[in-house]
């Protein structure tokens, strides 16, 4: 069983930058893909950032260049780092944990971030 605890939203300018965390309990965090999704009022949830157990990472479009996605595993804490935001990163976030294939995914509670223009 793995808990997931998002940390770190909150209110942002535009242009400025947040850096979101999200800590796991349990044990074996090393071998679960690390992902962010955000979903703003009206929309579906949507892939942010991903990484995976062996560090390869990957962004959707809207956000390349402008957030990164890290892990650490011996804190057992993926973070979102994000920058140059927009009024249309606000959203609620949240983190997932999944080992791959039929392998069971864990979800934290989410964070809000709100970004001012």
């Known amino acids: 069983q793995v808990q997931l605890v998002e940390s770190g939203g909150g209110l942002g300018q535009a242009g400025g930058s947040l850096r979101l965390s999200c800590a796991a309990s349990g044990s074996a965090f090393s071998i679960y893909h690390m992902y962010w999704y955000r979903q703003a009022p009206g929309k579906q949830r949507e892939l942010v950032a991903q990484i995976s157990a062996s560090g390869i990472t990957n962004y959707a479009d809207s956000v390349k260049g402008r957030f990164t996605i890290s892990r650490d595993n011996a804190k057992k804490t993926v973070y979102l780092e994000m920058s140059s935001l927009k009024p249309e990163d606000t959203a609620v976030y949240y983190c997932?944990?999944?080992?791959?294939?039929?392998?069971?995914?864990?979800w934290g509670q989410g964070t809000q971030v709100t970004v001012s223009s």
């Open positions: 997932r944990a999944w080992t791959g294939g039929f392998g069971r995914q864990y």
